[in-house]
């Protein structure tokens, strides 16, 4: 765990800057026995960082910080299936209504992290999702935080969850390595 979160530091502090590495891997977590990656182009592509990508700048960037605890110790609410291209959609709920949606390809990197509303994923549902599993006797984001509202833009609050999972998760493994 030490190292993803290492890792993460890393990518958090990322500037802006003209080219981004596409090619290597940076493990952040694990899920299900397999790594979960992000490279510079991802990562500064989700954060709005490219110019020719809008990115989710409404995710604060310290929310990063979580992604180790939320894959390896599997923390999501829901699993969906995206129609369009088969990624999996790994699901939060932030307490208000709205859904954190961490989208992994079919090589295990995380491609976009995003906020979808109630109202929006009710319309979508049955066009671009189908459900695969409910994970809520897991998942702790929303019984830790709710009724605080969306934490994710709130780095005092993501701070709070982040000293939680590094002082209460059961994963501390400290083997893994930047690939």
Not at 29 to 45: C, Q
């Amino acid at each position: 765990m030490i190292l993803y979160e290492q890792n993460i530091q890393i990518l958090i502090q990322l500037e802006c800057q003209e080219k981004y590495d596409k090619e290597l891997k940076i493990t952040i977590a694990s899920y299900d026995g397999k790594e979960i990656y992000l490279t510079e182009f991802l990562y500064a592509k989700q954060r709005g960082l490219i110019n020719d990508f809008r990115g989710h700048a409404e995710i604060e960037k310290s929310y990063f910080k979580l992604l180790p605890y939320l894959f390896s110790d599997n923390l999501f609410d829901e699993t969906y299936q995206n129609l369009d291209n088969q990624r999996l959609v790994y699901s939060i709920f932030d307490g208000d209504g709205r859904r954190i949606f961490h989208v992994l390809d079919e090589e295990n990197f995380l491609v976009s992290v995003y906020v979808i509303s109630k109202d929006r994923f009710k319309r979508q549902i049955d066009k671009k999702f189908k459900f695969v599993a409910n994970l809520s006797e897991r998942a702790v984001i929303s019984s830790i935080l709710s009724p605080a509202g969306p934490f994710w833009r709130q780095t005092d609050l993501i701070e709070e969850l982040y000293n939680y999972f590094s002082k209460n998760c059961l994963t501390q493994k400290v083997n893994y390595a930047k690939f």
